[in-house]
């Protein structure tokens, strides 16, 4: 699983990184522990992290700080929906607090 935020945590004052099912605040779609007075960074996917600054290692690699998901087969239907209806990617953005629609604007 790729992070989508590397920034200090206000609880540990460690650097650390964010990951999807992580708690996000759903006004701001900010992990709520992520200290935003300090540097952080903030990623769109797997092409924003750069092996020349240890990001690719860190996030896939490295033991202590790569999050593993176990993929099987029971879940494949929902993976396939996912996959390929935008509503069912948003629904779930929103569920997670990753997204956050202030305004109520609907799809047409």
Do not use: Q
């Amino acid at each position: 699983m790729s992070p989508l935020f590397r920034g200090y945590s206000k609880s540990t004052g460690k650097l650390t990184y964010y990951y999807p099912d992580d708690p996000f605040d759903p006004k701001t779609s900010i992990p709520i522990d992520l200290d935003t007075k300090k540097h952080y960074d903030r990623w769109k996917g797997l092409s924003s992290l750069t092996p020349e600054t240890g990001e690719v290692y860190d996030s896939f690699y490295n033991l202590a700080t790569r999050r593993l998901i176990l993929v099987t087969p029971e879940g494949i239907d929902y993976s396939m929906r996912l996959n390929e209806d935008i509503n069912e990617r948003k629904n779930l953005l929103y569920s997670k607090g990753i997204l956050s629609n202030p305004y109520n604007f609907k799809d047409i």
